[in-house]
């Protein structure tokens, strides 16, 4: 999400001032992403310029200063919302890189290696789990932005279980080489890009 | 203090060509209000673990404790009690029975026990009312949803004075908010003492436990440091 669709959204309920803006933000992003004034009013400057806000020209340049969202801001926000966010994969995740490494490097037990990342991911998820016991201090944005880093974590997760369990079964099969044999990564036989 | 302890418990399946070797000197403590979970994919050995530590099967070598005491050491009739007294089960698939309601499932292991059926009636709507569940006392297991008949698998679990927790996959067919429910529900009785094993291969069950331990062919490869405070992830 950018900085400037959210004020976009904060001013589609209504003029706001800009210190407002900054501290609404920050409560609505569950405190997980920290703004600072000046941020938030070079964005305000550039919607200004794009027609997309308006400002009270008669006040000052300060945290008094009030802002509206224009036609234009109404449309652009609308249009943003219902834009999928680009979900293609990257070219290089460097957690799949280092297990395909591990299997070829000799000495390196790929399943120690994949227990290894494992863990850290677990504990990570304990970490963000645990923001979630307090139930009375935990508002519905807050529990989406922890409920959206747990799957997000727990899909990486699956990855590796699914990784151990193929590698496990290569194994048995003898369809793995041993390691220390001059072996290339393996490549796809096409480039796969998914567009939104 | 310690509730379950697990010393180089071993299990083994079969013989000669056949046997398979389930868990392989397996050490584990659990104490008195602690979560701990138990991951790894199936084969691991997560289920065996915890029939071992409930007294459902025998270890083949090792010693299983349960609040001190060595269950191999005991009479059969003395793990029985000890069962019904001491250890609460929830499985995936609730184990309720069918012909009962559920205040009557809930309040069974104590009238098993030879509590009287009112004071193990009362116990029972009690453990139903802490699970926000007493308007669906009188309702038989087919009358309730998914998450509703896993409430009263968890309340029959802690009904009385139960020391040890042990489940099973316990959010299996449920969807996540209700499996969310259910973790809070074993991390509530942990909370008012109980410890508990959870056994699972989903990493966002396994999450609310205050430790995780990692199974793979029958041994502990792993576990996680102690949950460090949660204000690190947000500054």
Known sequence: ???????LALLSEGPKYGLQLREEFEERTGEVWPLNVGQVYTTLQRLERDGLVESDDAADDGPQKGFRITAGGEMELAHWLRTPP?????PRDELVIKVMVALRMPGVDVHEVIQVHRRYLVELMQQWTRLKE????????FALVVDAELFRLDSVIRWLDAADGRLKRAAVDGSIAAAGEPTRLPKPKRKVVVRP | MTVLELRKVSKVYGDGATEVLALDGVDLAVAAGSLVAVMGASGSGKSTLLTIAGSLEQPTEGDVLVGGAVLSKMSRNDQARMRRRSIGYVFQDYNLLAGLTAVENVSLPLELDGVAARKARAAGMAALEELGLTDRAGHYPDQLSGGERQRVSIARAVVGDRQLLLADEPSGALDSANGEAVMRLVLAACRRGVAAVVV???AQLASWADRVVFLRDGRVVDQTAPRPEPESLVR
């Open chain 1, 134 to 141: 307090d139930e009375a201090g935990f508002d519905v944005g």
């Open chain 1, 86 to 90: 680009d979900l293609s994969s990257p």
């Open chain 1, 1 to 7: 999400m950018s900085v400037r669709h959210a004020l």
């Open chain 2, 200 to 202: 699972t291969h989903d």
